[in-house]
């Protein structure tokens, strides 16, 4: 322990240069000690711990079958995002075990929307079914209980009492009043609340057409605005995406992923800026790069926030100061999920804010589908678009036959 009496006397004459007492220096050297081991260890440690977490897992073993091509010279790694994404290989499996492969054909329009009402059928059209059962009676009781299920569905008391009075006036006084007779009335109702006398969006009234997208925060604004732009450009039609959402973290960069899924542009800031400068910018890149479209973001907002929604319109004049007439289309985007919380946002944003139509979204998640009817006869607002899929392509422009005879269409 030589060697140890000796450190710790260097330790203590180290000490005693920076004016430590005689009487504390060997105690001090005792305690110094420790702590540069405690270091030490810690250090090691924290090294092994990292060297753990970076060593690259170890390849399976080849089967004698299988066979390595090397990559040619110069080849390039894949990029870094590809790696980071890439999945790990599935396990090898005999080529007896593998099922072939059997492609399904794809669906039409019709069956995607059957497909994306499925909750809203079973809720409405299928409780309806059920009541009209065979052997029914048309009468005030059966009618009663009609009334529940479409309120239950979300269309809403007032809608409800407006269809539930039309079909009392059709069969008043006859003797028509069947069941399936009753099935195909409502049906016609429903279909004559939805389709509004209001004009197709006419792409090519501007140039370029401004859209702006409005709506409170979580209905997925920034989705909606992606797969419209993809839809658009599937249409043939070069597109500029605005990021005016400036105050959700990554809203921006949500939006420029989207715009590079869809090969758009998209004019952003720096988040916190002021969304009317965005829309300045925005405004000038879609004329200067004659765009047929722009899509302008904004930040969800509660229609109750006097300051946003005040906020809106100095969008709007800066919109309108740099392509006369613009927003063309505001659009206000609602989860269908919420049922008629939507209805009541709807109609607030429409006192508040000039909306020009509205984009339903997750209609394939919920069993309220109701509300889309509810929307167009109580607000008289068309319904634009709707999503019935989380796929790029299942944002789809609203058709309100097709809505209809997918609701109640039978298997």
Not at 102 to 118: F, H, K, Q, S
């Amino acid at each position: 322990m030589e060697w140890f009496s000796r450190f710790i006397q260097i330790l203590a004459d180290l000490l005693g240069d920076l004016g430590v007492p005689e009487a504390s220096r060997t105690l001090g050297a005792l305690g110094l000690l420790y702590v540069l081991v405690t270091l030490l260890v810690f250090l090691a440690i924290f090294a092994l711990f990292r060297r753990l977490r970076r060593r690259p897992s170890e390849p399976p073993p080849l089967e004698p079958s299988e066979e390595v091509t090397p990559e040619a010279p110069g080849t390039p790694p894949p990029p870094a995002a590809a790696r980071e994404t890439q999945e790990p290989a599935p396990a090898r499996i005999p080529v007896e075990a593998v099922p072939p492969v059997v492609t399904a054909p794809p669906l039409n329009l019709l069956e995607r929307m059957r497909a994306g009402l499925a909750k809203t059928q079973t809720s409405l059209v299928g409780r309806i079914d059920a009541l009209l059962g065979a052997g029914k009676k048309v009468d005030a009781d059966l009618l009663e209980e009609l009334e529940e299920i479409l309120i239950t569905a979300d269309l809403g008391m007032k809608t409800t009492q407006e269809l539930m009075r039309s079909l009392e006036k059709r069969f008043a006084g006859t003797d028509a009043a069947t069941p399936e007779a009753l099935r195909r009335a409502l049906q016609e109702e429903i279909g004559v609340r939805l389709r509004l006398e209001a004009a197709p969006i006419d792409y090519s009234a501007a140039a370029p057409f401004v859209i702006m997208v409005v709506g409170v925060n979580g209905v997925g604004k920034t989705t909606t605005i992606g797969k419209l732009a993809h839809y658009l450009t599937a249409q043939g039609k070069k597109v500029v995406l605005g990021a005016g959402d400036t105050f959700r973290a990554a809203a921006a960069e949500q939006l420029l992923i989207w715009g590079e899924r869809s090969g758009v542009d998209v004019i952003c800031h720096d988040e916190g800026s002021d969304p009317a400068a965005v829309a300045f910018d925005a405004a000038r890149a879609a004329v200067a790069r004659k765009a047929d479209v722009l899509i302008f973001d904004t930040a969800g907002r509660l229609h109750t926030k006097v300051n946003l929604m005040e906020e809106l319109k100095k969008v709007r004049r800066v919109l309108d100061r740099e392509i006369p007439g613009a927003p063309h289309e505001t659009l206000l985007v609602l989860d269908a999920t919420t049922g008629q919380n939507a209805l009541v946002q709807a109609r607030l944003f429409k006192e508040t804010v000039a909306i020009t139509g509205i984009a339903l979204t997750k209609l394939d998640g919920t069993a309220r589908g109701g509300i889309v009817v509810a929307i167009g006869g109580e607000l008289n607002l068309p319904v634009r678009f709707v999503g019935i899929g989380e796929g790029i392509d299942d944002l789809r422009p609203f058709e309100p036959d097709l809505f209809v005879e997918a609701l109640f269409q039978r298997d």
